[in-house]
């Protein structure tokens, strides 16, 4: 299984903590459910280009958090995620998101007001498309 995981090498983010974020987004959607297994640390490693260390670290700290599970000699598995948590989780993301688009428009000096006009506009044409 390969996952749609975009890693970017520009970001200040960790690569680990890109590739955790992006699985449990994943998981929060719905694209990966309960049970379904994940690529080895190997394979996920050779796809992304990256060091088996770094996905060794994303599926542990994945793991610790609850979302993933190992089980010796059969694989890595999504493990059940409780509604109220997906729903945080989405939650969190959107705010990540969007703080990250002010800090960026406040660096630009834009004022609240053109943030506004900006956010609206975005808005209106997403929902368009919908």
Do not use: C, W
């Amino acid at each position: 299984m390969e996952l749609p995981i975009h890693l970017s090498k520009t970001s200040r983010e960790p690569v680990y903590h890109q590739i955790e974020n992006q699985i449990k987004t994943l998981i929060a959607s719905g694209q990966l459910a309960e049970g379904d297994m994940l690529p080895s640390i190997r394979a996920l490693a050779k796809d992304l280009e990256t060091s088996v260390i770094t996905i060794r670290r994303a599926y542990q700290n994945l793991e610790y958090q609850g979302f993933i599970q190992t089980t010796q000699g059969k694989g890595t598995f999504v493990s059940e995620i409780n509604h109220n948590m997906k729903q945080q989780m989405k939650v969190s993301e959107v705010y990540q998101a969007m703080e990250a688009a002010v800090e960026i428009a406040f660096t630009y000096d834009y004022t609240l007001a053109q943030l506004k006009e900006i956010f609206f506009e975005v808005i209106s044409e997403k929902g368009r498309k919908q």
